[in-house]
């Protein structure tokens, strides 16, 4: 996975956003539950293109809390 924003896929996956973050997949996964919008299929969780994107333009450091 390239850290490129147009290279991004229009679902996410947590193991895309970790790998883009530079993050664990748990933390990816809290950072996922707790800051964005996402879908749960089952037991997995999907975020759009546009849900990250508008979670990075808006959080701030005090706000994107993964140790919840």
């Known amino acids: 996975m390239t850290n490129k924003i147009e290279n991004l896929c229009d679902i ?10 530079g993050i664990s997949y748990n933390s990816a996964l809290k950072l996922i539950k707790y800051n964005m919008v996402y879908l749960k299929l089952g037991s997995r969780y999907r975020v ?8 990075l333009q808006t959080s701030t450091p005090s706000q994107a809390t ?3």
Do not use: R, V
Not at 12 to 21: G, H, M, N, R
Not at 48 to 55: D, I, P
């Open 12 to 21: 996410l996956t947590p193991q895309e956003i970790s790998e883009f973050l």
């Open 48 to 55: 759009t293109k546009e849900n990250f994107l508008k979670f």
């Open 66 to 68: 993964i140790n919840k």
